[in-house]
Nanobody
């Protein structure tokens, strides 16, 4: 059974930084695309950043220049470095693992940015 375990969320002041980690179980981690999504109260889940098996990255316009996604295939882990955080970044952040029709989600980690 595939498991994704997020960590690194918390409370931070506006302008601060956090680094999220997502440890994935299962084989062939390097073949999977990995992504970070977030969901704020009353809003739909949205893509924050994505990194392919070939290390191509994609970011939501709202986080470009502030967030960086990376992966360590030796550790089966994907990261999200979040800098210059804003109150509107407050949400539950979810890790996603996908390859073809296979998609898996973590339980989420809360990020709260105070003004």
């Amino acid at each position: 059974q595939v498991q994704l375990v997020e960590s690194g969320g918390g409370l931070v002041q506006a302008g601060g930084s956090l680094k999220l980690s997502c440890a994935a179980s299962g084989r062939m981690f390097s073949f999977y695309g990995m992504g970070w999504y977030r969901q704020a109260p009353g809003k739909q889940r949205e893509l924050v950043a994505d990194i392919s098996s070939g290390l191509s990255t994609n970011y939501a316009d709202s986080v470009k220049g502030r967030f960086t996604i990376s992966r360590d295939n030796a550790k089966n882990t994907v990261y999200l470095q979040m800098n210059s955080l804003k109150p509107e970044d407050t949400a539950v952040y979810y890790c996603n693992k996908h390859w073809g029709s296979n998609m898996y989600w973590g339980q989420g980690t809360q990020v709260t940015v105070s003004a």
